[in-house]
Structures are given as structure tokens and as C-alpha cells.
């Protein structure tokens, strides 16, 4: 009788365990967490520490080539922890849960001997470029369907661009960075071209003058002294007038 008793307790605690198991594991199931790209809470004194630099640029809207030629290879290179859970990043290191990822930008995509890539990943084609590194690891799932990389994927634009930066890094040739876009290279342009003709030809003066004759009467008067270091930056029609009176 009283071994029955004693089972029946011992039951009755054994179920309620296998019961807190079997919910925790049911709970797990049905609320997936990921695990976070960067263990630990984002602090902001870590982003102030960044400067304004870093803390201004998130718009999605700055070009990868001009986040790279800001990017910082060795933030990069601490932004890779979670890659390399899955990763190999030294020279002539082999396999691990992904492909060693030394020399990764340039070269040919699902290329490393002995790892099997998902299908998705084989028939991807080409290089990997620093805009097609950009792309997958933003959202791996997104840019090959069915890829074995379970890695979620890394929002931060600026971070990526450091990860990016300390992958190419990682070359006994590193890939040169792409151009930043000529977004400034087209303002100074014009303003080089207008800086010979204006200095040079003395005498065509009169006839920039003559075009734009109503505003330059009045204008000489106060305009001379500032006018050639002031003049490529304001509007082209102050420009070519003003320098000519003052340079001769
Ligand atoms: C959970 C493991 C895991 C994590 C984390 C992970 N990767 Fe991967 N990665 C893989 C696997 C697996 C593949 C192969 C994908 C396939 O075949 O579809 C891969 C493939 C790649 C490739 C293509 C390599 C090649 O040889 O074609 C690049 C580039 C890459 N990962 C970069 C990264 C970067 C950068 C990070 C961190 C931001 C990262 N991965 C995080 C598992 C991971």
C-alpha cells in the first residue's frame, strides 16, 4: 500500500516535470528567437563613441562606394563575431558550418573545393562583388533562396560596409574599392574650367560684360577685392564679370 502511495507521488512529480519540458520545448518550437547578430544590447554611448560620422550616415540612400570609402576594416573585423560561429577567416583555414571566407570578395561565387553549397548557392554565378557581398549578407535568404546560410542578416547599412571593408582586407591582393559615386566631382568641375578663362583672356571680359551688362555696372564697385576667392562658388554669371576688373 504504501509503495503505492509512494509511486503515485513519484508519478505525479515525474509528470509535472515531463510536462514543464515538454511545454518549454513546444514554447520553443512555436517562438523561434533569433539569436541576435551581435551579442548583447546595442549601448549608446558605444554609438556616440562612433562620432557623428557613423551615427549620421544610416540612410539607406548613401551609396555602397561611398560607405566603403568611409568603412572601417577594423570595426569591420569585430562586427564579424557572428560570422564566425560559421566561418573560417584566416588564410588556408578549411570548412566550417560555411566556406572560410578569406579572399571571398573576387572570388567565384560557391567556389571552395569539399563544401557543399545549397543549389540556390551553385547556380548564383559570377564573383563575389562588394555589391553582391552587400546585398546577400543584408539578407541572405533574400538574395538566395533556399542558401544554407542561416544567418539573418545584418540591417545596418555602415556595418555591413565595415564588414565588407575588413573582408577585403583579408586578400594577398586586396580588390581595389570602387570609386565613390562623382556626386562633388561634378560641382568643382565647372568651376576649374571657368577659373583659366576667367584668369586668362583679359580682354573677353568686356564681353561677359556685355551679356549680363545690366548687372555688372552696378556691381564692380563693391565686388573686386573678394571676387576670386568668392567667385567659383557663387552663381557663373558674378563670376566672370568681377574677376576681370579686379585681376586687371
Ligand atoms: C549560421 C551560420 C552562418 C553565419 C552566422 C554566417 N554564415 Fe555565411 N555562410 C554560411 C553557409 C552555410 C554558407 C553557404 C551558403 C549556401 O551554400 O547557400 C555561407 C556562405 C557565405 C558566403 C558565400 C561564400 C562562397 O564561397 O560563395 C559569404 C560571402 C558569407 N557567407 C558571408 C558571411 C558573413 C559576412 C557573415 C556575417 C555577417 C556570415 N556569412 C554569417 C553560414 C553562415
Redesign the pocket.
Known sequence: MESLEFNKAAGAILGALLFTVATGVIADAIFAVPSPAKPGYALPAAKAEGGSATAAKPAPSVPLPDLLAKADPKKGEAD?K??Q???NFQKGAGVK???P?YG?VG?K????PG?A??P??KSKGGT?TFAD?NT??TK?SAY?SG?????AG?SDPVKRAD?IAY?RTLSDNPVPLPKPVPEKKAAPAPAKAAAPAAAKPAAPAPEAGKASAPAATPAPAPAPAPAPASAPAKPAAPAPAAPAPAAK
Open positions: 564579424t557572428p560570422c560561429t560559421c566561418h558550418i560555411g566556406p571566407l571571398v572570388r561565387k560557391a567556389s571552395v563544401f553549397y545549397s540556390g548557392m563575389w557581398i546577400f549578407i541572405p538566395v542558401t544554407k546560410m542561416t544567418f545584418e564588414i573582408l
